[in-house]
C-alpha cells in the first residue's frame, strides 16, 4: 500500500484537528491573560501554538497532542473538548491561502517581504551587476509592515487578527495573544527541538 493511499485513507478516517487546537489555544490564552494568577497557563497556550504552528505533520487527535514535546498533558481535557460532539462535523480549516495562527502567518508574512525585497534589489542591481544575496537576507522591516502582512494571511473566522496598534504592541505589559506568539519567535526557546530564534527584533524601534 502506497503511503499516498495510508494518508488518504487517514485524512477520511482521523481528520487533521490543526485549527481546532490552535483555535481552542487562542481562546484558552484571551482567558488566562486576565488573571495574575493563570499567567503560566497564558504563556503555556502561547508556547503550545508556536509548537504546533512549526509542526508539518498533521494532528489527528488530543492524543497526539499531548505526545509534542513543548505541549505535553497541560491542556489534553480542553483540546480533546475541542473536537468533542459529533463525527460528521467537520473540522476547521481555514480558507484556501489563509492561515489560524499569529505564529505561523508571521513566518509567512517575513519570508514574503524578504522574497519582495530580494526580487526589488535583483532587478535594480542586475543592470549594475553588483547583486549581493546577503544585502536582501539581513533587511529588517517595520512593525506596522509586519502587522499588515499577518492579518493578510489569517483567517478572519479565526478570529486571530491582530487589531491593536504598534505602539500598544510595544509595551511590555501588553497581553495579547497574537503579537505574544510573535515574541515566542523572537526567543530561543520558541519550540523544543527546532532551535530559534526563528525571527529577530531589531534595537531600531517599530523594526522586526
Known sequence: MSAKLVQEIGGKLY???THNFIIALTSQARRARH?????????SALRSIVVIALHMRPLRSAEAMRRMK????????????????????????PKKGKL??????????????????QRSAARVASAKGNYDDDDAAT????????IVSINSLLDS????????????????D????GWGQVKKLCSTNAASDLGGPFMKE????GAC
Open 15 to 17: 481528520p487533521d484537528l
Open 35 to 43: 488573571n495574575t494568577y493563570q499567567r503560566a497557563s497564558f504563556d
Open 202 to 205: 531589531r534595537k531600531r524601534k
Open 157 to 172: 473566522r479565526a478570529n486571530a487578527n491582530l487589531s491593536q496598534t504598534a505602539q500598544q504592541y510595544l509595551n511590555k
Open 70 to 93: 513543548g505541549v505535553g498533558s497541560n491542556f489534553y481535557d480542553l483540546l480533546k473538548e475541542s473536537v468533542a460532539g459529533s463525527k460528521s462535523k467537520k473540522p476547521f480549516e
Open 139 to 146: 533587511c529588517s522591516f517595520p512593525m506596522e509592515d509586519l
Open 100 to 117: 489560524t495562527c499569529v505564529a505561523a502567518a508571521a513566518l509567512v508574512g517575513l519570508l514574503q517581504m524578504e522574497e519582495r525585497v
Open 174 to 177: 501588553n497581553l495579547d495573544p
